[in-house]
């Protein structure tokens, strides 16, 4: 049924620009699948090993412009040619995320934050004034694609295969020992060490894991807007939204960031137009947090499925007190 289910579901996503070509309507798609691949990338990490990153937009950013300065400088004309160097980009992020890692992660907790926070800042400020590599404040520009009406459909696709990519590493790394070494971490970090984990080596694998793929996401996004600022692309917002999806829809579960993404993201770009002016929409999302910390504080999916098996130890309770027939006509 998983199965039957996950094939429904992917599906459904490749057919959606055919069934539904408006171009607004693909946009959505583009953003919402975007940030599926996000959320399921900083999962890695953070619901994975538990150490919350708030700076994963610097490593978004990053690889955005790494992608933007292969094509400017390899003069890459254009086309699909540049989805072909978007692992560049990836690659380009993991290693600088080596030296990063390596230092951020020798700290916890809330330092572990800070840390993440003033990379992120960091790398907003070297791109506002690196203005001989990157353009500064007047930005970056991409090669414009002229694929006319049709543009918004082949980077709909590509977030599409990426964020099949981060659901599937995802996926791997939760069902491998090496899965296993970082929940062990999540739990105890201090007790995973004793029994053998390599700590270090775990957390900086995930950490390179993570942001490799975020840097490829950035890839694609800084392609798809063809102009890229340091305010935008480096947006501490975009690493907030990573965060909240996972935990709307339940870190540290396959099945939690994405759901976040699909509930989280098309609010978020339908509420600022019908309520952009009055800043309502601010209102809103406060409100639906708040009722999920409430009354779902370990996220939709993990809560859900502890009412669900709720329910089935209640049904089976009642099946297993109800008296059979014959014991029935015997009384």
Do not use: C
Request: a neutral charge; glycine letters at 12%.
């Amino acid at each position: 049924m998983r199965l039957s289910g996950l094939a429904l579901l992917l599906g459904v996503a490749v057919a959606f620009p055919i069934g539904l070509p408006g171009p607004a309507t693909v946009n959505v798609g583009v953003f919402t699948l975007m940030y599926v691949g996000l959320a399921t990338a900083w999962n890695i990490v953070g619901g994975y090993t538990g150490y919350i990153s708030l700076g994963h937009a610097g490593f978004f950013g990053f690889g955005a412009y790494a992608l933007g300065l292969i094509v400017t400088r390899a003069h890459v004309p254009a086309g699909v040619d540049v989805f072909l160097l978007v692992p560049l980009a990836g690659v380009a992020t993991a290693l600088f995320a080596i030296p990063v890692g390596w230092i951020a992660l020798r700290t916890r907790e809330a330092t572990f934050v800070i840390v993440t926070i003033a990379v992120m800042f960091m790398l907003q400020i070297l791109a506002t004034n690196l203005r001989g590599l990157t353009g500064g404040s007047q930005g970056l520009a991409f090669p414009v694609p002229g694929w006319g009406a049709a543009f918004d459909v082949p980077f709909y696709y590509a977030m599409l295969a990426l964020a099949a990519t981060s659901l599937t590493v995802s996926w791997s790394i939760r069902r491998s020992r090496f899965g296993l070494g970082l929940l062990a971490i999540r739990d105890d970090e201090d007790r995973a060490r004793s029994l053998g984990v390599r700590t270090e080596v775990s957390k900086l694998a995930a950490f390179v894991v993570s942001v490799a793929l975020v840097g490829m996401i950035g890839g694609v996004y800084g392609y798809y807007v063809t102009y890229i600022y340091p305010q935008f692309v480096i947006d501490p917002l975009i690493g907030i939204a990573m965060v909240l999806m996972a935990f709307l829809g339940g870190m540290g579960t396959l099945a939690g960031p994405v759901v976040g993404a699909l509930i989280l993201e098309p609010a978020q770009l339908y509420f600022p137009y019908g309520l952009g002016q009055s800043r309502l929409y601010l209102v809103v999302y406060a409100a639906v947090f708040l009722i999920v910390i409430l009354l779902l504080p370990r996220g939709v999916v993990p809560t859900l499925g502890d009412w669900l098996e709720q329910w089935r130890s209640h049904r089976l309770a009642e099946a297993q007190d109800r008296p059979r027939g014959d014991e029935a006509v015997v009384g």
